[in-house]
């Protein structure tokens, strides 16, 4: 019996402490008093086993931690070191952990990775996790799939966008106010419509006339038809008539396509050109690499990471090996040294909520206003990662933390952790507002475009006809098998027969059309002299006005 009552004292320590007071958790075991234990069994021990619940909150209870962190991740988590040599931690997570030293009662060490990286190699916080050196990571370190094999991440506590941080633009990124209205891919197929349109047309108007005959109507030519189109899009008129209802249709249809596509051109001209839109030139993490910009990045992040292990960023990836991208240490408490990098147009690569705090100290460290938000942080987020803490492989402290960090992630507390010191207001947004939108000479930049190119083309178009009409691109014309027309026959005849057999010189940049008589011939004689060269204009139904000179 005694060997009994000792080994019943053993397992469940049925012996009330003589410190209990009210702020002292209840025992995990069921306390039966003397008096009571006189009726039940005056000479047995009685008491219950712990269940699953207790022991979970006395496993921990006077144990010491090893607990690893990153030093300069401000406001996230940081370390000071005391007199003696102690490392301090600090910061979103340290609160965290506080709660759970609270909640079962461990106390902990704080150790300091000798290298701020994810990677798993020696001295990085990984590393210190795989090979049992620490108990846990406690810091927002991002969930990365190629690391779900050698540890074991915790509850996920928040999620965290990468953003860039750069040098404010003088100008915004959308280029000209009058190309602004539409994408680069509308003005493609704008284009590609006026070159299709006008031959479409013609092609109709030619397939009428050999389906129908003579009754089809006047056929346009090739260029009639595209000069129809263009000027439709200038909305100017024309004074070209179809006869068919075919070709009324097409050119209704064209008509109320322009008058739609014409609205919206003036009314997002006018909204672009009314509004204080301002853009980046980086949408995306390819403008980066594409654009050949510099950039920088900490070491340690979850940037680093994906680059030299993962395949999401490839661009970056590339950009680094071209030598225009780098990782190093950021202490945010470096402002200097930071805005260095940064006003030489090199472009920062981290994570929005700390870039957020970066650009609070560095607006309360400028006095002058003029010299405000001169950066700016891209709107579009090139990367999100989930951020949770990390434990060894085989640990049993997730499930012991998980239920009181979900606890904390499901209120709101970690999002309120995170931005309780910052202004509810966006710090230096994109469009600043402060001033109305004028027109810059930027702005009107496409239009000196379109006149010089319109003028070149002008001058090389007359070049050619300068050259044409002294060299002469001639075919010669045999009028003599032409079929006999009983009503110019006999004048073409008398032509020859006193001139000579004339030769044709036809000039392609000169263009007449609208001949309203399908088979007429007229004839311009300069001169009375068959010594004296001279010329004449023929036209007929079949073919465009040309100029014959003898």
């Not at 006077?62 to 401000?74: D, E, M, Q, V, Y």
């Not at 952990?97 to 020696?122: A, H, I, K, W």
């Not at 001949?515 to 011939?521: D, E, V």
Request: proline letters at 5%.
């Amino acid at each position: 019996m005694a060997l009994t009552n000792t080994l019943l004292l053993a397992l469940c320590a049925n012996w009330p402490p003589s410190n209990i007071t009210e702020t002292t958790l209840l025992p995990p075991w069921k306390w039966i008093s003397e008096h009571k234990a006189k009726f039940i069994n005056s000479s047995e021990y009685q008491c219950e086993l712990k269940n699953n619940f207790q022991i979970q909150y006395e496993i921990l209870r006077g144990k010491r931690l090893k607990i690893a962190t990153f030093p300069n991740s401000k406001p996230l988590s940081w370390v000071t070191r005391e007199i003696n040599g102690t490392l301090i931690g600090h910061g979103i997570a340290f609160e965290i952990v506080e709660t759970l030293r609270q909640r079962y009662g461990f106390t902990y060490d704080v150790v300091v990775p000798t290298r701020e990286t994810l990677l798993n190699e020696n001295g990085s916080i990984i590393y210190m996790l795989v090979n049992g050196e620490v108990d846990m990571a406690a810091a927002f370190i991002p969930v990365l799939p190629g690391l779900d094999d050698i540890v074991k991440w915790g509850i996920d506590l928040t999620q965290f966008q990468y953003v860039v941080l750069m040098k404010r633009p003088i100008e915004s990124a959308t280029g000209s106010g009058l190309l602004a209205p539409f994408e680069m891919e509308v003005w493609f197929l704008i284009l590609m419509s006026l070159i299709a349109v006008g031959p479409i047309i013609y092609g109709i108007m030619m397939l009428r006339h050999r389906l129908c005959g003579d009754e089809s109507g006047i056929i346009y030519s090739i260029p009639t038809c595209i000069w129809f189109v263009y000027g439709a899009l200038m909305k100017q008129g024309s004074s070209l008539n179809p006869e068919t209802d075919s070709a009324r249709l097409i050119f209704a249809t064209w008509w109320i396509f322009i008058m739609i596509l014409t609205s919206f051109y003036t009314a997002n001209l006018t909204a672009f050109l009314t509004l204080s839109k301002f853009t980046l030139p980086i949408k995306k993490i390819d403008d980066i690499a594409s654009n050949e910009y510099r950039w920088i990045s900490s070491e340690g992040s979850a940037v680093e990471y994906i680059v030299k292990v993962d395949n999401d960023l490839k661009p970056l990836k590339q950009s680094m090996f071209d030598g225009n991208g780098q990782f190093m240490v950021i202490n945010i408490d470096e402002i200097d040294t930071i805005l260095k990098y940064i006003s030489s147009g090199t472009l920062l690569l981290h994570d929005k909520n700390w870039l957020n705090f970066l650009m609070l100290r560095i607006e309360r460290s400028i006095t002058d206003d003029k010299e405000r938000c001169r950066y700016v942080l891209t709107t579009d987020p090139y990367l999100t990662r989930s951020m949770s803490f990390v434990y060894p492989k085989h640990s049993i402290l997730p499930p012991l933390f998980n239920p009181i960090m979900l606890s904390y992630m499901e209120s709101g507390i970690v999002r309120h952790l995170q931005t309780k010191d910052l202004p509810e207001a966006v710090i230096c947004p994109l469009n600043l507002g402060s001033k109305e939108r004028q027109l810059r000479n930027s702005d009107l930049f496409t239009t000196y475009t379109v006149v010089v190119c319109g003028f070149s083309m002008a001058a090389a178009v007359f070049t050619l006809e300068l050259l044409s009409t002294r060299t002469g691109w001639f075919v010669a014309a045999d009028l003599t098998s032409r079929p006999h027309d009983s009503l110019h026959g006999d004048a073409v005849q008398c032509e020859i027969a006193v001139f000579g057999q004339p030769s044709k010189a036809m000039y392609p940049f000169s263009h007449r059309e609208n001949i309203n008589a399908a088979s007429a011939t007229h004839f311009a004689f300069r001169g009375s002299s068959s010594s004296t060269p001279s010329s004449f204009l023929l036209l007929d139904g079949k073919s465009s006005l040309r100029r014959f000179q003898y």
